[in-house]
C-alpha cells in the first residue's frame, strides 16, 4: 500500500496502539500521532515508541493527516467525531475501531455531514482481555478478520486505503453490512462476554466466595478470561448494541431454561445429544481455523 | 512414600494415564495394570507405556493390587466397584477419579459393604478438554488441587496413602466433606461446562451457523474450549450432582434475566458496576494463583 502518511489515533489503547505498531514496522507510516482523555496512558504509548507525539489539541493533531482512527469505547465516538468533524481535510480519511457498527455508523452521519463519505467504518475482530497502550502490540491483527462496513456513501477509495492498510497488518478484510455485523457479533462476542462477567460477579458477591474461587481451575479461568476486559469498553457496547444482544439473552434464557429441564428430568440422553452437538459444532470449527 | 507395588486403573484416560505415567516417572510403582471397555485405547496405553498390561479379567487385574484407581466416567462407577469388591484384599486401597462425591459414595458404600472403608474417594481438579489415554501426560496434578472426602468410616490409613499418592504427582491435596465438594464444583466448574456446551448447541442448530462461526475468535474460543469436553463424562456429572447444579442453573437464569433488564433498559451504571465486580473479583483470583 502507498504509506499513510501522518496517522492520528485517537485513543491508544490495545487496538489504536496495536494498529500503530504494526505500521510503523512496515514503513508504512511517517509519523503517529496519539490523542486521548488519559495523559498517563499517552506518555505510556510515547515511552513505548507506539507514537511520535501527543496532542490534546485537535486542529494541530488533524492538520495534513492520511488517516484518522477512533478507538476509542464506542459510547465516546460521537463527540469525538464531533470534534473531528471541521479539521477533516480533503486527504483525510476517518475510520474507527469499534466493536458495534449501526450506531457508530449513526454516529458519524450526524457528526460529520456532508463528510460522512470520508468515514470507513470498521471492527478488527482482534483482541484480548488487557488494555491501554501497555498492552498493545504488533503481531495483534495477524490471521485476524476485520470487518468494514462501508455505507452507499462511502468514498470507495477510502474503503480501498483502510482495506489495503488492515490487510498490511496481516488481517484479512471482509466487507458486510452494519446489521450483520451487529447481529453476528452479538451472538459470538458481545454475549459471550456478558455471561462470562455474569458467572463471575455471581461468585464474587456470595458471602463463602473464597471457597468457590479456591476450587475454580482451568476451565473456570478460560470460561471466564474475558470477564478481565474493560467494564466500560463492555458497557458501551452492551448499550450501543442493545436490541440485538436482548435478542441474543432471551435465546440464551430458554438455553438455560432448557438445561434446568434437562438436568431436572434426569434426562442423560438429551443432555447428552446437547452436549455432543455442542462438541462436534466445536471441533469442526477448530478444525476449520486449523 | 512407600511405593504402591501393583497399581490398577480402571479406565485408562486423561486421569488414569496421567496418574498411571507420574507414578512411574517417580518410580513408585511396580507395575500398572489398566482396565477398561475399549480395547483400543487400552492398546494406545499400551503403546504409550501408560500401562504394563491390560486385563480384561477383574480377578487376574486385582490379584495382589496396592491401589486401585476407578477413573471411569461416574455413571459407571456403581458397576465397576460391584465388580471389584470380592476382589479387594487386605492390601488392597480403593479411590476414584470423580468429579462428584456423594454419588460415588453412596454407590461405593452399597458394593463394597464391609470393605467400604477401604475406599477412599477423591477428585483430582485437573483436566482438559482431551480425552482417553492418548491425552495423558505426567505432568497433569503439578500445582492443581486433589479433595478427598473420606467418610467416619474410611480407613486413616488409607487416606493417608492416597494423600501420599496425589502428593507425589506434584498436587496439593485438600479434604473436605463431599457435600461441600459438590456444591463447590457445581458453581465452578460443572455450571460453566453446562452453560459452554448451551452456547455452541444453540449456534450450531441455527441455519446459517457457518456465519456465525466464521466470525468467532479469541474470546468465543476460550469461553467454549471446555465444550470440546466429553459429552458422556458430563451427562454423568449433571445428572450425578442435579439437586446442587439444579440450584446453580436457577442462580444462573437469575443473572441472565438482570441482563436482559439492564440491557433493555440501558442502564449503563447497572452494567457497568456488574462487569467491574466480575473483572475485579476474577484479577483477585488470578493474582492469587500466581
Not at 484518522?68 to 464531533?82: C, D, F, N
Not at 485476524?144 to 462501508?150: A, E, S
Not at 481451575?217 to 478481565?228: E, L, M, P, Q, V
Request: aromatic share 6%; net charge neutral; no cysteine.
Amino acid at each position: 500500500m502507498t504509506p499513510i502518511g501522518k496517522l492520528v489515533v485517537v485513543g491508544v489503547g490495545l487496538i489504536g496502539g496495536s494498529l500503530a505498531l504494526a505500521l510503523r514496522d512496515k514503513g508504512l507510516v511517517a509519523e503517529v500521532v496519539g490523542v486521548g482523555r488519559g495523559r498517563r496512558n499517552l506518555d505510556e504509548a510515547l515511552r513505548l515508541a507506539i507514537i511520535d507525539r501527543a496532542e490534546d489539541d485537535y486542529a494541530r493533531a488533524l492538520a495534513g493527516a492520511g488517516v484518522v482512527l477512533v478507538a476509542t469505547p464506542v459510547a465516546q465516538m460521537p463527540q469525538v467525531l464531533a470534534r473531528l468533524a471541521p479539521l477533516i481535510e480533503p486527504q483525510t480519511i476517518v475510520t474507527d475501531g469499534g466493536s458495534t457498527k449501526q450506531d457508530v455508523i449513526a454516529a458519524a452521519r450526524a457528526a460529520l455531514g456532508a463528510k460522512f463519505g470520508r468515514f470507513v467504518p470498521g471492527h478488527p475482530i482482534a483482541g484480548t482481555e488487557h488494555t491501554g497502550a501497555g498492552a498493545a502490540f504488533p503481531e495483534l491483527f495477524r490471521n485476524r478478520k476485520v470487518v468494514l462496513t462501508p455505507e452507499p456513501e462511502t468514498d470507495r477509495a477510502a474503503t480501498a486505503t483502510i482495506r489495503a492498510m488492515w490487510e498490511a497488518t496481516g488481517a484479512s478484510v471482509i466487507d458486510m453490512p452494519a446489521d450483520r455485523h451487529d447481529a453476528i457479533l452479538a451472538a459470538v462476542s458481545h454475549l459471550p462476554h456478558l455471561l462470562a462477567f455474569a458467572l463471575v460477579e455471581e461468585l464474587a458477591l456470595r458471602p463463602d466466595a473464597a471457597e468457590y474461587f479456591r476450587f475454580a481451575a482451568g476451565g473456570f479461568r478460560d470460561f471466564t478470561r474475558i470477564a478481565s476486559s474493560s467494564p466500560e469498553m463492555w458497557r458501551d457496547i452492551a448499550v450501543a448494541n442493545r436490541a440485538t444482544l436482548l435478542e441474543e439473552l432471551r435465546r440464551y434464557r430458554g438455553q438455560v431454561e432448557r438445561l434446568e429441564s434437562l438436568v431436572a428430568a434426569g434426562d442423560g440422553d438429551g443432555l447428552f445429544r446437547m452436549f455432543a452437538t455442542a462438541r462436534d459444532a466445536r471441533n469442526d470449527w477448530l478444525a476449520r481455523q486449523a
